[in-house]
T-cell receptor, first 117, second 110 residues
Framework: NAGVTQTPKFQVLKTGQSMTLQCAQD?????MYWYRQDPGMGLRLIYY???????DKGEVPNGYNVSRLNKREFSLRLESAAPSQTSVYFC????????????????FGPGTRLTVL | SQQGEEDPQALSIQEGENATMNCSYK?????LQWYRQNSGRGLVHLIL?????REKHSGRLRVTLDTSKKSSSLLITASRAADTASYFC??????????FGKGTKLSVIP
């Protein structure tokens, strides 16, 4: 039981390049999330997927797109990377059987450290 | 915008002592959660307290919630070097968005 896995662990991009961060969970959870964490800051929500087939913007969605490929997988794409997107990116999932459970316990992956030069 | 604000930003204690961290928030919540993050790792859920609960225990952890003051505290008793980490509070308000604070960095000196 791997929980939440993320690939890659590290990535260096040049300004303007694109890339996709991959996330998968094996807990049969309904909801999945993408956060970014910057030094001295808490986590900020980029996008979330309440259930398979749906995605919604979080607090800081600009410059990102997401795809909920199936119940297990939720990817984050940077179409044209900018230095301001240098950050650590975390994927998370939660069972969230009901809307009011949407903010119950979340399980996090190990993170992807992205540097944009 | 970040709703939860932890206090203090950093805390250094001796092994065996108790550690207390506080969290204040601004709007109504359904629940408040505490997470731990070891250096270079993802967050790990510690405990969730719902808005109709006042106190909750889990092992060496004790969490209190005062909705009238919009504040919570996390107490770690008999701390160990392995408790060294950053601790974040996160508030949930009934949708799918958890709002995290900036964290308290706890150092436990052996």
């Amino acid at each position: 039981n791997a929980g939440v896995t993320q690939t890659p662990k590290f990535q260096v991009l040049k300004t303007g390049q694109s890339m996709t961060l991959q996330c998968a969970q094996d807990m049969n959870h309904n909801s999945m999330y993408w956060y970014r964490q910057d030094p001295g800051m808490g986590l900020r929500l980029i996008y979330y997927s309440a259930s398979e087939g749906t995605t919604d913007k979080g607090e800081v969605p600009n410059g990102y797109n997401v795809s909920r490929l199936n119940k297990r997988e939720f990817s984050l794409r940077l179409e044209s990377a900018a230095p301001s997107q240098t950050s650590v990116y975390f994927c998370a999932s939660s069972e969230a059987l009901l809307v009011q459970e949407g903010t119950d316990t979340q399980y996090f992956g190990p993170g992807t450290r992205l540097t944009v030069l | 915008s970040q709703q939860g604000e932890e206090d203090p930003q950093a805390l250094s204690i001796q092994e065996g002592e108790n550690a207390t961290m506080n969290c204040s928030y601004k709007t109504s919540i359904n629940n408040l959660q505490w997470y731990r993050q070891n250096s270079g790792r993802g967050l790990v859920h510690l405990i969730l307290i719902r808005s109709n609960e006042r106190e909750k225990h889990s092992g060496r952890l004790r969490v209190t919630l005062d909705t009238s003051k919009k504040s919570s505290s996390l107490l770690i008793t008999a701390s160990r070097a392995a408790d060294t980490a950053s601790y974040f509070c996160a508030t949930g308000a009934g949708s799918y968005q958890l709002t995290f604070g900036k964290g308290t960095k706890l150092s436990v000196i052996p």
